[in-house]
């Protein structure tokens, strides 16, 4: 059974960092891709960034290029999601999913983990 189970989120001041973890158990992660998605209140769930599995190749949305940075432990069956530059604008239930590639509107993830809440607050 795939599974995906989303860790490290919490409260955070503005300009601070959090990374977040998604492990993988009953598949191996470097097969698939790994898409990063955000919901804030009241806002449609929207795509972030994208690790593909193939090459380890990532995209980023604009709002968090050069901020967010996506990584992957084989060993660990994880991938996790790196947050600097912490805006309160960034407060949300982030989730991981997986798919089989990365599509540049961010739809084909099946599995889906359980989300994980990120407040940037002072």
């Known amino acids: 059974q795939l599974q995906l189970v989303e860790s490290g989120g919490g409260l955070v001041q503005p300009g601070g960092s959090l990374r977040l973890s998604c492990a993988a158990s009953?598949?191996?992660?470097?097969?698939?891709?790994i898409g990063w998605f955000r919901q804030a209140p009241g806002k449609e769930r929207e795509g972030i960034g994208c690790?593909?599995?193939?090459?380890?190749?990532?995209d980023y949305v604009d709002s968090v290029k050069g901020r967010f940075t996506i990584s992957r432990d084989n060993a660990k069956n994880t991938v996790y999601l790196q947050m600097n530059s912490l805006k309160p604008e960034d407060t949300a239930v982030y989730y991981c999913?997986?798919?089989?590639?990365?599509?540049?509107?961010?739809?084909?993830?099946?599995?889906w983990g359980q989300g994980t809440q990120v407040t940037v607050s002072s």
């Open positions: 999913a997986s798919g089989l590639i990365c599509y540049s509107d961010y739809s084909g993830f099946s599995s």
């Open positions: 009953g598949f191996t992660l470097d097969y698939y891709a």
């Open positions: 690790m593909d599995g193939s090459d380890g190749s990532t």
